[in-house]
């Protein structure tokens, strides 16, 4: 089935690093990626929304330049949280979407796990 | 804007009883999908069950299958059997035909006791 590989899967920086996050399709183009974010205990969080060759979507909230996302090619998008701070530290997690893959709508990455010190 | 709510934050299970997660949503579109996700502690995504909102038949796979009323908006999920290797947070999930990205409840966490 279609693979997504998100790097690094663990990240511990101090606070004032810039973090960047990959998330690769292996085996299929992606079209579109999500960035999602997950406090502990809750939901996923829509971040935005990137389409391969155009400018990111961001959700209401969410800080563009706070959070940099490049899809620069049809298998790989990142997400640089620039100038972490503590209040950063979350799970993020990408996911791709790809033409007429099997009846997944997405398929996700295994996330990464940002801690800021 | 479409909403999931999920009513049960956390839910209890005996090991080979049968639980149901429940799961509304609200939306003016008439053709949609809902999903049921499952994220271990791992939290890795993984897709339990899909429900596409034109047809009238339950999806069922394996152990789980879903209860869809969609003049209720209502998508309910059944595990049947329940196994220790169950308990998860389970995550209610829309996508509109027209859409791209997923809309989330706020999930149930399942535990599931021996």
């Known amino acids: 089935g279609a693979v997504v590989s998100q790097h690094p899967s663990r990240v511990i920086c101090k606070s004032g690093t810039s973090v960047k996050i990959e998330c690769r399709s292996l085996?299929?183009?992606?079209?579109?990626m999500f960035w999602y974010r997950q406090f502990p205990k809750q939901s996923l969080m829509l971040m935005a929304t990137s389409n391969e060759g155009s400018k990111a979507t961001y959700e209401q909230g969410v800080e563009k330049d706070k959070f940099l996302i490049n899809h620069a090619s049809l298998t790989l998008s990142t997400l640089t949280v620039t100038s972490a701070h503590p209040e950063d530290s979350s799970f993020y997690i990408c996911s791709a979407r790809g033409g007429g893959l099997d009846n997944q709508p997405q398929h996700f990455g295994d996330g990464t796990r940002l801690s800021i010190l | 804007a479409q909403t999931v709510t999920q009513s049960q934050p956390e839910m209890s299970v005996q090991e080979a009883e049968t639980v149901t997660l429940s799961c509304t949503y609200d939306?003016?579109?008439?053709?949609?999908?809902l999903f049921w996700y499952k994220q271990p502690p791992s939290r890795q995504m993984i897709l339990v069950i899909r429900q596409e909102a034109y047809k009238q038949q339950n999806a069922t796979e394996n152990r789980f299958s879903v209860n869809f009323q969609k003049a209720a908006k209502s998508f309910s999920l059944k595990i049947s059997d329940s196994q220790l290797g169950d308990a998860a947070m389970y995550f209610c999930?829309?996508?509109?035909?027209?859409?791209?990205?997923?809309?989330f409840g706020k999930g149930t966490s399942l535990l599931v006791t021996p």
């Open positions: 939306t003016s579109e008439s053709d949609y999908y």
């Open positions: 085996d299929f183009q992606a079209t579109t």
């Open positions: 999930a829309y996508l509109a035909n027209s859409g791209y990205a997923l809309n």
